[in-house]
């Protein structure tokens, strides 16, 4: 079920979706699955279905819940450890993961690297999305947190490249969060995220659902 604050403000933290031993199952089988100690996994979830076991609980289904026919649709496991450390700047999420290039009206900035292709769709797709942040560590100003400016997802796609933050003086957020809480998120909310300051890693299951249904000549790359 989608809560009112996350249509409004583009994001809504949600504390203790996952229990300590949850969370420490889940960290048992990146390790197993070894990707651990990766500082990103892409498809995380078709690297170990075991991992997507843990986390889809029914909580979280009920957080994400588009429609009757919403289904998890991307998924990747980010770590920022104390010495490989690096910013993102101001950006929206634009673009899904499907499983081959195809002319279609609407959909555009086709990107193709080896085995991974992604596109940009309509905005009306990714209002139907919903992403989730599964935190398997504290989070805070010290590490990476990630800030937000809230209501800007009502913008539609934002050429943050002609934008001029200090002038516009927006207000962000910075979205501070416990090992076992959820993070969701709506794609077009503006985000971005420093450097940490500290030797904590800040470990992140990000997944993507949607009840878009793609045109029939293309299909989401994880389903």
Partial sequence: MIVNELEEQGYQIIKDVYSKEEIARIKDQL??????????????????????????????????????????????????????NWIVNWHQDLTINVDRRAEIEGYKNWRVQEDRVTVQPPVDCLNRMITARIHLDDCDLTNGALRVVPRSHCEGVIDVKKLNFEELNLQEEICELKVGDVLLMKPLILHRSKRSSNEKRRRVI???????ELPSIIRWKEL
Wanted: hydrophobic residues 35%; proline residues 5%.
């Fill in 31 to 84: 390790d197993i699955d070894e990707v651990g100690n990766s500082f990103g996994v892409r498809e995380l979830f078709m690297k170990s279905p075991e991992l997507k076991r843990l986390v889809f609980k029914d909580e979280l289904r009920n957080l994400t819940r588009v429609s009757s026919k919403t289904k998890a649709v991307r998924s990747l496991y980010f770590d920022k450890p104390p010495r490989q």
């Fill in 206 to 212: 990000h997944v993507e659902f949607s009840d878009w």
